[in-house]
């Protein structure tokens, strides 16, 4: 006969109030709650890892471009403001070599779309930016920013005139001010692409093309055809491409660090 527990009340594994039933430590929670927020935020409990750290960051813009309106709840959105400070760090931090650019978009603000535009084009490290699915609107010059371009066999781009929603003043001054937005956009695009100015208002304007509006849905081959995209391929190519465009900086020696 065991008299080891004699006087003492046995433990119950079921009752976690227990007090002599050891709880879950700290490590534990731990797990447990990283779990449950790769569940909710990608919906597999991990994702690949590498040995080593990337040299390659990854920024995707999808949804709707927000910029000084804050959108309704409902819409998937890309906020300009955390783009920003991601494009800062990117040029500062000394381990990434090299940004690649994922894009399926349906377009949104004009001059948030243009301030990404700028900071990327602006950016000293190789850039590579690939169209998935759609590069709408804004999106195009958001494309056409990086220093190399694809574009998926089956996306698409939608080049239409610059509009606004809302309250309108109706004074020729507000169409002077949507003129001199498009000319923006219109300017961008010509210069870090190599499609001509005819053309791409020739699609800008176009009719019959777009259902209840006035510009052009381009797919994939033809954006290629027209300049505006510098090559069809996936994210294999463009990694590719951007790790050739790495090297080839690093052999010139003015990679900055």
Known sequence: ?????????????????????????????????SLVDKIQQLGQTN???????????????????EGHMQLPPQNKTTKYEHLIPQIVAIEQNPKIEGLLLILNTVGGDVEAGLAISEMIASLSKPTVSIV????????????????YSFIAETATMTIHPVRLTGLVIGVPQTFEYLDKMQERVVSFVLKHSNISEDKFKELMFSKGNLTRDIGTNVIGDDAVAYGLINEVGGVGQAIKKLNELIEGQKQKGDYVQ
């Open 1 to 33: 006969m065991d008299f080891k527990n004699q006087g003492e009340p046995p433990l119950n594994p079921t009752n976690p109030s227990d007090p002599k039933q050891p709880g879950p430590s700290k490590d534990q929670d731990k797990t447990k709650s």
């Open 47 to 65: 994702v690949p890892a590498m040995d080593e750290q990337s040299n390659i960051h990854c920024l995707t813009i999808i949804g709707q471009i």
């Open 132 to 147: 998935l699915g759609g590069g709408h609107s804004i999106g195009v010059p958001i494309a056409c920013s990086a220093k």
